[in-house]
T-cell receptor, first 115, second 116 residues
Framework: NAGVTQTPKFRVLKTGQSMTLLCAQDMNHEYMYWYRQDPGMGLRLIHYSVGEGTTAKGEVPDGYNVSRLKKQNFLLGLESAAPSQTSVYFC??????????????FGPGTRLTVL | AQSVTQLGSHVSVSEGALVLLRCNYSSSVPPYLFWYVQYPNQGLQLLLKYTSAATLVKGINGFEAEFKKSETSFHLTKPSAHMSDAAEYFCAVSVRQRDSSYKLIFGSGTRLLVRP
């Protein structure tokens, strides 16, 4: 099993450009998440999904949109990139059973720079 | 609101020395707590988690953590540091949301440096 994969690994954008980050998991997990990691701030939840066709906002959703058209994929979109969105983005997934103690499995991350 | 605080953004130890990484939580209900490790240029992976079954939790790579309700702490320890333990460590708490799903709230992380 590949686990959680993310595409691309690196990207440089200019302010105002758009892009989509792709996350895929092959573990048949119900829950998927998008986080951003900034120095000294840990990971912060952007959006999450509790199942195919459903999404919800996390702590820092502004400037991002998501879609979960297939159970195994979770897309994160930036419609008009801003320098404040320079960060490392991580996708994660987990089972929904006994959700309070579920382990989240993380992808390797996407390093995004917005100039 | 539930949260976790990690004391010390950087901890430096000699190889073979005790590792102690501190995590304190704030919660009005019994918390579910996690420690994740992030090696350079990689994603996070689970070290261990507290699920109320036992207060002393053993994880991978010789790490363990003890849940102390009286001190609201969940500190991570390892008796003898190895060079391969150099990484960033995150404490997290599981929080129930309005839609009955759960999300993780992460601490700011502690970078462990291991000196030869």
């Amino acid at each position: 099993n590949a686990g959680v994969t993310q595409t691309p690994k690196f990207r440089v954008l200019k302010t105002g450009q758009s892009m989509t980050l792709l996350c895929a998991q092959d573990m048949n997990h119900e829950y998927m998440y998008w986080y951003r990691q900034d120095p000294g701030m840990g990971l912060r939840l952007i959006h999450y999904s509790v199942g195919e066709g459903t999404t919800a906002k996390g702590e820092v959703p502004d400037g991002y949109n998501v879609s979960r058209l297939k159970k195994q994929n979770f897309l994160l979109g930036l419609e008009s990139a801003a320098p404040s969105q320079t960060s490392v983005y991580f996708c994660a997934s987990s089972y929904s059973i006994r959700g309070s103690t579920d382990t989240q499995y993380f992808g390797p991350g996407t390093r995004l720079t917005v100039l | 609101a539930q949260s976790v605080t990690q004391l010390g953004s950087h901890v430096s130890v000699s190889e073979g020395a005790l590792v102690l990484l501190r995590c304190n939580y704030s919660s009005s209900v019994p918390p579910y707590l996690f420690w994740y490790v992030q090696y350079p240029n990689q994603g996070l992976q689970l070290l261990l988690k507290y699920t109320s079954a036992a207060t002393l939790v053993k994880g991978i790579n010789g790490f363990e953590a003890e849940f102390k309700k009286s001190e609201t702490s969940f500190h991570l320890t390892k008796p003898s540091a190895h060079m391969s333990d150099a990484a960033e460590y995150f404490c997290a708490v599981s929080v129930r949301q309005r839609d009955s799903s759960y999300k993780l709230i992460f601490g700011s992380g502690t970078r462990l440096l291991v000196r030869p």
